[in-house]
């Protein structure tokens, strides 16, 4: 079965940060691509990052590039996003996901809970 489980999200103040993790299991981690997804209150999901399978190429949304990094540990089954200069607009639900910025759609089903990201102004 494959499991996908954030943390580390919660308050934090404009022009703080954060770092969230995705622990995963059930399939082979280190063969894909992967994944953060945003999902502000109200909105539909915005994918923000992504990361190839070796953890050497990396992609950002222009809403977040410069401020976020997303970084991964094969050998951990984990995947990472550093948040920095948060702003509130980047308030709302994170979701790690298989896939990159064309197929993360594709694996919805998969979603774990997500982790709150909460930035007061």
């Known amino acids: 079965e494959v499991k996908l489980v954030e943390s580390g999200g919660g308050p934090v103040q404009h022009g703080g940060s954060l770092r969230l993790s995705c622990a995963a299991s059930g399939f082979t981690f280190g063969n894909w691509d992967m994944s953060w997804v945003h999902q502000a209150p109200g909105k539909g999901s915005e994918w923000v990052a992504g990361?190839?399978?070796?953890?050497?190429?990396?992609y950002y949304a222009d809403s977040v590039k410069g401020r976020f990094t997303i970084s991964r540990d094969n050998a951990k089954n984990t995947l990472y996003l550093q948040m920095d200069s948060l702003k509130p607009d980047d308030t709302g639900g994170y979701h790690c996901?298989?896939?990159?910025?064309?197929?993360?759609?594709?694996?919805?089903?998969?979603w774990g809970r997500g982790t709150a990201v909460i930035v007061s102004s």
């Open positions: 996901a298989p896939g990159d910025k064309s197929t993360w759609e594709r694996y919805l089903e998969v």
């Open positions: 990361i190839n399978s070796g953890g050497d190429t990396t």
